[in-house]
């Protein structure tokens, strides 16, 4: 939680940085735009490179012998590459080096979704394509069947007009369902009912959109095999004030069980939420003082009556 413009969302797109290489979604990495205007300044100034890491200290959640029970991950880019450095520390466990191979497979592990304040059409594509992914991992014969069942009643549909053109062009052309089934998956769409009517999701409220992502993305995780991981800005948006402490105890009761949430807010509905697995930080821009420059400060907040005091 915090102010506007103190710097919450761009936690949230490190993160996103750090485990998918791109900050906005599905928007890959891009060096000179990434990189804060400040490092660009001190780096041109001192005449070295500019550069941009991400540290982050693991618990070993899978409890693999080749990697120690606490470790830290730190990941550098710079302009003459798209792919990070990875350095670990410690880098012996157990009186050997740990290998780049077992911390490959650490991070592969993990599923990081990242999604904007902001929620357009793109996002419902973009994770709609991710269910066909985790379908596909829970039951790729039965997609494999299916899509040559499809070809084949397609091509019957369509075998006049196929005929016809050997006819007239003198050869075979028929209609074929794509091989990537993710294409058309990325092109669904809910149907909703509004009273007696079936009406698409794209055509509800904002707010009626938003509410049904965090169910697509908690599908996904229960369909997959590795551990997930969400950076989600400002759930509430688009809600009435009802919804949105709705949607909170949804997060805190049955979508926290299935994944991590990191998330922005400035709703009670979410800020107020206390139990063993919540935890709550502030997020502040500090006043810079002369030949100073702005900076991002996190603290954790103890007091269940400061937000309500730091965001009135």
């Not at 899978?62 to 730190?74: A, G």
């Not at 973009?126 to 069942?149: P, R």
């Not at 009670?268 to 063993?276: K, N, T």
Request: hydrophobic share 35%; aromatic share 12%; with cysteine.
């Amino acid at each position: 939680m915090g102010g506007n413009d103190a710097g919450k969302s761009n936690i949230l797109k490190a993160l996103n940085l750090f485990f998918n290489n791109e900050t906005d979604l599905a928007t890959p990495y891009f060096f000179a735009n990434d990189i804060t205007r400040f490092r660009a300044r001190e780096a041109a100034e001192a005449k070295g490179r500019a550069s941009i890491w991400i540290k982050i200290t693991f618990n070993n959640i899978f409890d693999w012998k080749s990697l120690p029970p606490k470790f830290t991950i730190k990941k550098s880019w710079n302009r003459y590459t798209q792919e990070p450095d990875i350095t670990i520390s410690p880098q012996v466990h157990g009186g050997k080096k740990i290998l780049p191979q077992n911390i490959s497979r650490f991070l592969n592990k993990i599923s990081f979704q990242y999604v904007p304040a902001v929620k357009s059409r793109h996002i419902f594509s973009h994770y709609l394509g991710k269910v066909y992914d985790a379908l596909l991992n829970d039951m790729g014969v039965q997609f494999s069947d299916s899509t040559k069942e499809l070809t084949k009643q397609a091509e019957n549909a369509v075998l006049e007009m196929s005929k016809k053109i050997k006819e007239q062009l003198g050869f075979d052309s028929t209609i074929r369902v794509p091989t990537d089934l993710r294409i058309l998956f990325e092109s669904l769409d809910f149907s909703t009912k509004f009273e007696e009517f079936d009406v698409p999701l794209q055509h509800r409220g904002d707010g009626i959109q938003a509410r049904h992502i965090p169910f697509i993305l908690d599908f996904i995780a229960q369909k997959s095999d590795k551990r997930h991981i969400w950076a989600y800005e400002e759930p509430e948006n688009s809600l009435e004030m009802s919804k949105a402490f709705e949607l909170a105890h949804q997060f805190h009761k049955d979508f926290s069980k299935e994944n991590q949430i990191f998330l922005t807010t400035h709703s009670p509905a979410f800020y107020d939420l206390a139990g063993e697995k919540v935890t709550k930080w502030f997020v502040e821009s500090s006043s810079p003082g002369e030949n100073e420059k702005r900076r991002t400060n996190v603290r954790l907040v103890l007091d269940s009556d400061e937000p309500d005091s730091c965001l009135g």
